[in-house]
Nanobody
């Protein structure tokens, strides 16, 4: 089955930037047939959708809470999906997950077949 891995998380000051990456952990499995979503979960809160992109990169969604600050993109030739996060706020602190949707669509909901283990993003002074 498809296995996903996230990278790029870390500690950053408010107003700073991070770029998260999502890829398959094996060269035998690629992301190009899947819609990819980014989700996050803060301690004590429900997991929420942040952004998603369809398999071709032609359609994207972005949550109101991060609009204008976050950008999703993909490079299927490199088997990579990115989440560029700018102007980070304290409330962006969470574990960020990427997930794959088998339909290839960008739903941004919980109908995801595969999930990564997550990467921690901490925004702090």
């Amino acid at each position: 089955q498809l296995q996903l891995v996230e990278s790029g998380g870390g500690l950053v000051q408010p107003g700073g930037s991070l770029r998260l990456s999502c890829t398959s952990s094996s060269s035998g499995f690629t992301l190009d047939y899947y819609g990819i979503g980014w989700f996050r979960q803060a301690p004590g809160k429900e997991r929420e959708g942040v952004s998603c992109i369809d398999s071709r990169g032609g359609r994207t969604k972005i949550a109101d809470s991060v609009q204008g600050r976050f950008t999703i993109s993909r490079d299927n030739a490199k088997n990579m999906v990115y989440l560029q996060m700018n102007s980070l706020k304290l409330e962006d602190t969470a574990v960020y997950y990427c997930a794959a949707e088998e339909s290839g669509y960008c739903s941004g909901d919980e109908r995801q077949a595969f999930w990564g283990q997550g990467t921690q993003v901490t925004v702090s002074l």
